[in-house]
T-cell receptor, first 113, second 109 residues
Framework: NAGVTQTPKFRVLKTGQSMTLLCAQDMNHEYMYWYRQDPGMGLRLIHY???????AKGEVPDGYNVSRLKKQNFLLGLESAAPSQTSVYFC????????????FGPGTRLTVL | GQSLEQPSEVTAVEGAIVQINCTYQTSGFYGLSWYQQHDGGAPTFLSY????GLEETGRFSSFLSRSDSYGYLLLQELQMKDSASYFCAGADSWGKFQFGAGTQVVVTP
């Protein structure tokens, strides 16, 4: 099992450009999450999904959109990137709700110039 | 919403015991989890407390008191490889999750 994978690992964008981050899991987990982590800070929840076809807003959803068309994939989109979105993005999945163990992907390091 | 407070840094020598406290304010609180993150790596799960009391997993133990809105992670027999950031995280019954800002544990020889 690959666990949770994220694509790409690194990306540099210019202000105003768009991109999609892909998260995939092969553990048949129902719940999936997108977090961002800024230097010296904890993880902040952007959006999450409690099952295929569902999404919900987290703590910092503005400027991001998500889709969960297939159970194993959770996509995070930035429509018009801003320097404030420079961060490390982590995807996670869990069998049940957030109180279950979350398995994290390796992260995507995004820089917006 | 939820907020979780934990110390920013703790320093200890090899072989010592370290306790990382976490206080939380939350609505719909369901349980408290702990995660470890080494520099440049992804967080990894350590433990979860849904009920009051102590959970032990090897050298790590976690405690929860719902009445005090308080929990802690206990690291025993510290090793150099335990140098990392440790996060408490609260979950609500809807599956929404919030992390504390993290505690940097520095283990010295």
């Amino acid at each position: 099992n690959a666990g949770v994978t994220q694509t790409p690992k690194f990306r540099v964008l210019k202000t105003g450009q768009s991109m999609t981050l892909l998260c995939a899991q092969d553990m048949n987990h129902e719940y999936m999450y997108w977090y961002r982590q800024d230097p010296g800070m904890g993880l902040r929840l952007i959006h999450y999904s409690v099952g295929e076809g569902t999404t919900a807003k987290g703590e910092v959803p503005d400027g991001y959109n998500v889709s969960r068309l297939k159970k194993q994939n959770f996509l995070l989109g930035l429509e018009s990137a801003a320097p404030s979105q420079t961060s490390v993005y982590f995807c996670a999945s869990s069998y049940g709700a957030g109180y279950n163990e979350q398995f994290f992907g390796p992260g995507t390091r995004l820089t917006v110039l | 919403g939820q907020s979780l407070e934990q110390p920013s840094e703790v320093t200890a020598v090899e072989g010592a015991i370290v306790q990382i406290n976490c206080t939380y304010q939350t609505s719909g609180f369901y349980g408290l989890s702990w995660y470890q993150q080494h520099d440049g790596g992804a967080p990894t799960f350590l433990s979860y407390n849904a009920l009051d009391g102590l959970e032990e997993t090897g050298r790590f133990s976690s405690f929860l008191s719902r009445s005090d809105s308080y929990g802690y992670l206990l690291l025993q027999e510290l090793q150099m490889k335990d140098s990392a950031s440790y996060f408490c995280a609260g979950a609500d019954s809807w599956g929404k999750f919030q992390f504390g800002a993290g505690t940097q544990v520095v283990v010295t020889p």
